[in-house]
């Protein structure tokens, strides 16, 4: 069964034209992760949420932002894509935080294509 | 924040013999260290992790060496198969924040 489910799989839009990912969860997990991996890159960690608190990585673009409406669903958006934001946008999901870091589980990415 | 080495960023071995990939990470707040496989067109999948309180872990094949001294942990996979081709990466997790930071990660070949 589908743990962490991703849509859709391939997305394509236009230079500045805004897209939006979604990404579920039937783990019932409190954190969840969005990454770009570009070709041939580590994952980079863009933001997550721990319940309901965001929590935005440094150098995260400010074109990237990230809505979290309850436990289960997780929406990143990106408002003006450039050619650069071409990637695999994969969402991953954790329990619990605190002392304890825990395994991540990962969607099947979404690739977007920016023309 | 985080920052997590991986070296070699290429490996390439026989068939039946051993392959080892090696992290380090710079802060010592770090207490969890996963390792992914990927393979091309697909997601991460753990393969294995170790914990601060832990210094090896083993699972079939698969091995996990962690020194927190010297900040730095090792993935050994003993008598490779070419289905264990793929990119690896490292990453550490802190205690505080739930962040995950990658490696770079290794492509091993395993030559048949």
């Known amino acids: 069964d589908a743990m962490v489910i991703q849509n859709p799989r391939y997305q394509v839009t236009q230079f500045g034209k805004p897209v939006t990912l979604s990404c579920s969860q039937t783990l019932n997990h409190n954190v969840m992760y969005w990454y770009q991996q570009k070709s041939s890159q580590a994952p980079k960690l863009l933001f997550h949420?721990?319940?309901?608190?965001?929590?935005n990585e440094a150098d995260t673009p400010d074109n990237f932002q990230s809505r979290r409406p309850n436990t289960s669903f997780c929406f990143l958006d990106i408002r003006s894509p450039g050619l650069g934001d071409a990637a695999m946008y994969l969402c991953a999901t954790s329990r619990e935080g605190g002392h304890h870091s825990y395994e991540q589980y990962f969607g099947p990415g979404t690739r977007l294509t920016v023309t | 924040g985080e920052n997590v080495e991986q070296h070699p960023s290429t490996l390439s071995v026989q068939e039946g013999d051993s392959a080892v990939i090696k992290c380090t990470y710079s802060d010592s707040a770090s207490n969890y260290f996963p390792w992914y496989k990927q393979e091309l067109g697909k997601r991460p999948q753990l393969i294995i992790d170790i914990r601060s309180n832990v210094g090896e872990k083993k699972d079939q094949r698969i091995a996990v060496t962690l020194n927190k001294t010297a900040k730095h942990f090792s993935l050994h996979i003993t008598e490779t198969q070419p289905e264990d081709s793929a990119v690896y990466f490292c990453?550490?997790?802190?205690?505080?924040?739930?962040?995950?930071?990658f490696g770079t990660g290794t492509s091993l070949t395993v030559i048949p």
């Open positions: 990453a550490a997790s802190m205690i505080a924040g739930n962040q995950f930071y």
């Open positions: 949420y721990y319940d309901k608190d965001f929590n």
